[in-house]
């Protein structure tokens, strides 16, 4: 089992930064792949990063890339989202999520693929 718990998220203006953490327990989070979503009020939850158990390979979704990086320090048990020049459209709750199986490197940007999820933090950008 894996539980994690985000932080980071808050109220920043349009073109601001800010750093989501994850923090997770349980002895599998360093053999798991690693995401992270959002929703936005009456959207599906959206991929927007993951970085693969050993952390060497990220990807990211479109509307994303060059903004965000995504990043995990397995001596802390701790997945990072670091968001730069954000924007209005960006505002959302922000989750993070574990891969259901361990040492999977593939599939790793459906939702549905991921077994365990935090319980989100929002991220509210206002111009």
């Known amino acids: 089992q894996v539980q994690l718990v985000e932080s980071g998220g808050g109220l920043v203006q349009a073109g601001g930064s800010l750093r989501l953490s994850c923090v997770a327990s349980?002895?599998?989070?360093?053999?798991?792949?690693m995401g992270w979503f959002r929703q936005a009020p009456g959207n599906s939850r959206e991929f927007l990063a993951t970085i693969s158990w050993r952390g060497g390979v990220t990807d990211y979704a479109d509307s994303v890339k060059s903004r965000f990086t995504i990043s995990r320090d397995s001596a802390k048990n701790t997945v990072y989202l670091q968001m730069n020049s954000l924007k209005l459209e960006d505002t959302a709750i922000y989750y993070c999520?574990?891969?259901?199986?361990?040492?999977?490197?593939?599939?790793?940007?459906?939702?549905?693929?991921?077994?365990?999820w935090g319980q989100g933090t929002q991220v509210t950008v206002s111009s």
């Open positions: 349980g002895r599998t989070f360093s053999s798991r792949a």
């Open positions: 999520a574990a891969h259901a199986r361990q040492y999977e490197i593939n599939s790793l940007r459906q939702a549905s693929e991921y077994a365990y």
